[in-house]
């Protein structure tokens, strides 16, 4: 069964303690994997897309990477603003998409 | 430009009415997606539009939910006879094309009491 499984669920971080989330993935033939960032009451935002293992993707604190079997996102010096919901979604061959239930990040001042 | 606009922000309903949830995607988005969020759960998949091709229907819960896009843009996302369950966010998103990135409204919060 097609699965995406995010971890941790949640994540409380002091101000510049840096970290990683996970986005672990079972699904046949990846045609892309996508970060997004939630905040209360809104609709996701995107983040990054990787394609394919060994890619990596970049911007401001967060850095993106992925392999065969999952996905980091690494957050670097993290700041408040930094607070949020972040979701990965998996698109494969069939078109389907497959969002994990996200980690809610919470950065301590 | 303008991104993707649902209405309304928010409705409460009684146990057993219609519903009507309304998207406007980004203009010459060709794609059409809805989601459905409960509290501290990912995004469930709902139904998928491309094109003129038939939607992907296969992630609607029941016969009770329905959707539709009108010449290629505005959608409306129907539930019926609502239950208590299908309280949840309603989120639409639009992309360019197929496996592209979407751009989410900001859902619509739905209560049903």
């Known amino acids: 069964e097609d699965q995406v499984t995010q971890s941790p669920e949640a994540l409380r971080l002091q101000e510049g303690e840096s970290s990683s989330l996970n986005c672990s993935y079972t699904v046949s033939g990846l045609r892309g994997l996508f970060w997004y960032r939630q905040d209360p009451g809104k609709g996701p935002e995107f983040l990054f897309t990787?394609?394919?293992a060994g890619e990596e993707k970049e911007k401001e604190r967060l850095k993106a990477t992925l392999t065969k079997k999952e996905s980091f996102l690494h957050i670097t010096a993290p700041k408040p603003e930094d607070s949020a919901t972040y979701l990965c979604?998996?698109?494969?061959?069939?078109?389907?998409?497959?969002f994990g239930k996200g980690t809610r990040l919470h950065i301590l001042p | 430009g303008a991104g993707v606009s649902q209405s309304p922000s928010n409705k409460v309903t009684e146990k057993g009415k219609d519903v009507e949830l309304r998207c406007d995607p980004i203009?010459?988005?060709?794609?059409l997606y809805w989601y459905r969020q409960s509290l501290g759960q990912g995004l469930e998949f709902l139904i998928y539009f491309q094109g003129n091709s038939a939607p992907d229907k296969s992630g609607l819960p029941s016969d009770r939910f329905s959707a539709e896009r009108t010449g290629g843009s505005v959608s409306t996302l129907t539930i019926q006879r609502t239950q208590q369950e299908d309280s949840a966010v309603y989120l639409c998103?639009?992309?360019?094309?197929?496996?592209?990135?979407?751009?989410f409204g900001a859902g619509t919060r739905l209560s049903v009491l």
């Open positions: 990787l394609y394919s």
């Open positions: 998103a639009s992309s360019p094309r197929t496996r592209s990135i979407q751009y």
């Open positions: 203009s010459g988005h060709t794609a």
């Open positions: 979604a998996v698109h494969h061959r069939d078109d389907k998409i497959i």
